[in-house]
């Protein structure tokens, strides 16, 4: 009998899946820093890591949305279901990369090191919980 923890083949397909969010959600969330990296603006470093955070959940949606467009859906049963898709995983995922970026750099601010670390952060931080909803319920974040 296998553990529940021991499934090779979904730990590959939560990958899979987490790694299409972590793209959706780096679009957004960089782009809204690096905009506000090089733009004089007012607004306090909370103020821009939650833009930051929004726009990664609105471009995650997105890309979902075209990927299930893709796959065979309709606009409406696509934009429903990544609506639907887990809301933890991208929260998690955000919040990983941004507490990331302001611990190492103390702001919101891109550098190249930053980077790809703050996108292992993303991606190990829900990918647990990616493979948990698959195995338990067949359901996962893509």
Known sequence: ???FWNNKSNWLKSAHNTKW???GCAIGDFGTI???QFTEHQLSTLTVMLLAAFNGLI?????ETVILLRSGFDWEKAFKTAIGM???SMLAMEFAMNATDYLLT?????TWWVIP???IAGFITPWPYNYWRLQKHGK???
Do not use: D, N, Q
Not at 59 to 63: E, K, P
């Open 21 to 23: 969010c972590l793209i």
């Open 117 to 119: 670390l703050a996108l």
């Open 106 to 110: 103390g702001g919101a601010m891109l």
């Open 34 to 36: 690096a905009y506000f």
């Open 59 to 63: 471009t995650s949606i997105m890309l």
């Open 86 to 88: 887990s809301f933890i």
């Open 1 to 3: 009998m296998t553990s």
């Open 140 to 142: 996962s974040c893509h």
